[in-house]
């Protein structure tokens, strides 16, 4: 089965949302091995990245935050012959903690950019700053005091 260029960035897009939703941080950040993240603790490598959603992020005894990231509006742009694709999306972020009501907790924007090596895409750089419209976090990130 052939997959095109534009469905496999696609997929890493979507395996970023997967594995933080079911707790798996360190293969989250394993998607950035060969990424810079611009964030608003400045600009980050894969194990800083890993370290910080260690640090923050609330982990939950199912052993997941008890999230479900809704990535849409993907624009992507692929130049195969350059080896680079990008895409930018819209993210939503719902959560339900314990016996309390399903809620969406923030919404904001990826800004990513790939590169395709030795057959296959990954990550180069992801804007992980366009933080717009932070909701109530305190059930999800450690020391969350408003935005």
Not at 53 to 74: C, Q
Not at 112 to 140: I, K, N, Q, T
Request: with cysteine.
């Amino acid at each position: 089965m052939t997959v095109s260029h534009e469905q496999q960035v696609l997929n890493l897009l979507y395996r970023y949302a997967e594995y933080i939703d079911i707790g798996d941080l360190a293969g989250a950040s394993e998607l950035f091995r060969h990424a810079r993240i611009k964030s608003t603790h400045g600009e980050l490598g894969q194990a800083e990245v890993l370290a910080l959603w260690r640090e923050l992020i609330i982990i939950y005894p199912d052993g997941t935050p008890r999230t479900k990231h809704v990535i849409t509006n993907p624009i992507v742009e692929v130049d195969a012959a350059a080896g680079t694709a990008t895409i930018r999306s819209y993210y939503t972020v719902l959560q339900q903690v314990d016996d309390g009501p399903l809620r969406t907790i923030t919404a904001g924007r990826y800004h990513d950019r790939f590169e395709h090596v030795d057959g296959a895409w990954r990550y180069c750089w992801r804007d992980y700053s366009l933080h717009d419209m932070p909701g109530e976090l305190a059930g999800h990130l450690h020391g969350w005091t408003g935005a």
